[in-house]
């Protein structure tokens, strides 16, 4: 049976990581390469690294980044922040990531998905989408949440994925950082509606609200910062708290 | 010295990292001809099965002949894919051929959810030598759309709405569905046994 995954994500910001709370006010959290370690090591089924600052001159060193967080790992990496184009993806995918994360470049040109997709494969291809609540719709946000646009969430991911996306990385930025758990309404009704695999994030707090989301939210996969960060045991007490709700994880 | 082909469809840093882990250095062929050095043949590949396209002709003669003079062969993934006659997924471009049958796409019903991306277990109907010390029910990590039918070369299935090849094997000739370059301690433990069968 096909496990529930559950993925560690490194917001990194000039080499750091980081973290904030919806999407603002970041605080260190460590050596990106240390904390891969670490997880790997723990048992975390799958790590995304995110450049938040994503500015020209961070891009290089970002990939540095890249490069010394893939040498620990032999567990998927997806990449994602600033992938702008078929270079940038070409520059993530050379320095050791297995997918990567398009979210504005994606919004601004749908196509990017396809040409990604018919180089790379479908599953090389993430399409993440920042949403937020609004009168009992999702609409979709660019540029790490500051910038609205016309799009419904719902919608947008059952395009992206007939234009080409392999996996929908989902986050709620009412959630973001809060620890007030996933958006389980957001997630089922995206998940419900593409046949690609769904990774719920923003708002993860404590083990139930991640059997929530793998159960009411109907998530393949959920994502969490902070939780995994900072407690050394989370993920193998996650995964033992899983197990005991009938939830499938990788041993 | 154990050959990594490269046709451009394939995570090659990948590969190389998890070989590396298990013990070897795999050089990237520049010709076909190269291959006549080879004591093992990778063949990667993520993506459409169409960019096997880019192995039919020289490589594919070469790789059959260091493969007729006993040279172990190793398909991940899609480079598995393309041991079997075909796939619907590109039906004008033959596979190797060198296991029977033809690959089709994941069945997509009862909330199946194809790509088909994640850990899942492995089932052992026999031994096998590239899964040695592999266990019933280890998991390793997937992702795919189409796959291998289920036959006597058969080294591990795995379900995902359906059964399907997850590893195969005949003589020297080895395949995985999964990444073992990406399936963490139980992936390096395969990787480790392609090199030592390749020595």
């Not at chain 1, 999702?138 to 719902?154: N, Q, Y």
């Not at chain 2, 039919?56 to 079997?84: K, N, T």
Request: hydrophobic share 45%; charged share 20%; proline share 4%.
């Amino acid at each position: 049976m096909l496990s529930k995954r559950l993925i560690a994500c490194l917001d990194v910001r000039n080499g750091c990581v980081v973290k904030g709370v919806n999407f603002e006010s970041l605080r260190e959290a460590g050596d990106p390469a240390a904390l891969a370690k670490r997880y790997n090591i723990e048992g975390i089924d799958e790590v995304v690294v995110l450049d938040v600052t994503a500015t020209i001159e961070g891009r290089r060193a970002f990939e540095d980044t890249i490069r010394a967080v893939s040498r620990e790992l032999f567990i998927p990496l997806t990449v994602g922040g600033g992938i702008r184009s078929e270079a940038d993806a070409a520059a993530a995918i050379d320095a050791g990531a297995d997918k990567v994360g398009v979210n504005s470049a994606a919004l601004a040109d749908p196509r990017l998905l396809t040409r990604l997709a018919a180089r790379y494969g479908s599953q090389a291809v993430v399409v993440a989408i920042d949403a937020k609540r609004e009168g009992g719709r999702f609409r979709v946000f660019a540029r790490s949440g500051s910038t609205s646009t016309d799009r419904d969430a719902v919608e947008w991911a059952v395009e992206a994925e007939s234009r080409g996306a392999g996996e929908v990385l989902l986050t709620s930025i009412d959630r973001d950082g809060t620890r007030a758990g996933f958006d389980c309404e957001l997630t089922s009704a995206v998940s419900s509606a593409v046949s690609i695999p769904v990774i719920a994030s923003g708002g993860a707090g404590t083990f139930d609200h991640f059997s929530e989301v793998f159960t009411a939210g109907l998530a393949d996969a959920a994502l969490a910062a902070s939780v995994f960060h900072f407690s050394e045991h989370a993920v193998a007490d996650l995964k033992r708290h899983l197990r005991e709700h009938g939830i499938p994880v990788r041993c | 010295m154990i050959a990594l082909i490269d046709y451009g469809a394939g995570n090659l840093t990948s590969v190389r990292k998890g070989f590396h882990a298990a013990g070897a250095e795999l050089m990237t062929p520049a010709v076909p001809a190269d291959l006549e050095r080879a004591s093992g043949i990778v063949v990667p590949g993520v993506g459409n099965f169409g960019a096997t396209r880019a192995l039919a002709g020289d490589w594919m003669d070469a790789i059959r002949r260091a493969v007729a003079r006993g040279v172990p062969l190793f398909g991940i993934c899609l480079g598995m894919q393309w041991l079997f006659e075909g796939s619907d997924e590109a039906p004008d471009v033959p596979g190797l051929g060198a296991m029977a049958g033809h690959c089709t796409r994941l069945p997509q019903t009862g909330g199946i959810k194809v790509p088909h991306v994640g850990w899942n277990s492995l089932h052992r109907p026999r031994d096998s030598r590239l899964l040695g010390g592999i266990g019933e029910a280890t998991q390793v990590y997937f992702t795919h759309s189409y796959a291998a039918p289920v036959t006597p070369e058969a080294a591990a299935t795995c379900a995902h709405g359906d059964s399907f090849a997850a590893a195969v094997e005949r003589d020297h000739i080895f395949g995985v569905q999964f990444h073992p370059e990406k399936s963490s301690d139980a992936g390096i433990r395969i990787l480790r046994n392609f090199v030592a069968a390749a020595r």
